[in-house]
């Protein structure tokens, strides 16, 4: 059985970093699509980033109110995907997500709730 843990949210300044993790156990990762969708209040779920296996963070796949701000890498060896968030701005609070998609459908994880405050 899939599991993904997140860690690395809190509250942060407007122009902070934050660092999100995600640790996947149960299967084989290293051939899925991994990434990060969030959803703020009242909000549809958005897809943040993913990242294919053996692509680099370079070649990823951004939401475009994040790119250049946010770096979304993965380790296979340790079963990890990760977020880097910078310049963070208060439309980026919101319950982040990590995820991955096995081709059949997609696996969550419970979330890390981002909260920036100017």
């Known amino acids: 059985q899939v599991q993904l843990v997140e860690s690395g949210g809190g509250l942060v300044q407007a122009g902070g970093s934050l660092r999100l993790s995600c640790a996947a156990s149960g299967t084989t990762f290293m051939s899925y699509t991994m990434g990060w969708y969030r959803q703020a209040p009242g909000m549809a779920r958005e897809l943040v980033a993913s990242?294919?296996?053996?692509?680099?963070?370079?070649?990823?796949d951004y939401l475009a109110s994040v790119k250049d701000r946010f770096t979304i890498s993965r380790d296979n060896a340790k079963n990890m995907v990760y977020l880097q968030m910078n310049s963070l701005k208060n439309e980026d609070t919101a319950v982040y997500y990590c995820?991955?998609?096995?081709?059949?459908?997609?696996?969550w994880g419970r979330g890390t709730q981002v909260t920036v405050s100017s």
């Open positions: 990242i294919g296996f053996g692509w680099s963070s370079a070649n990823a």
């Open positions: 995820y991955i998609d096995d081709g059949n459908r997609l696996h």
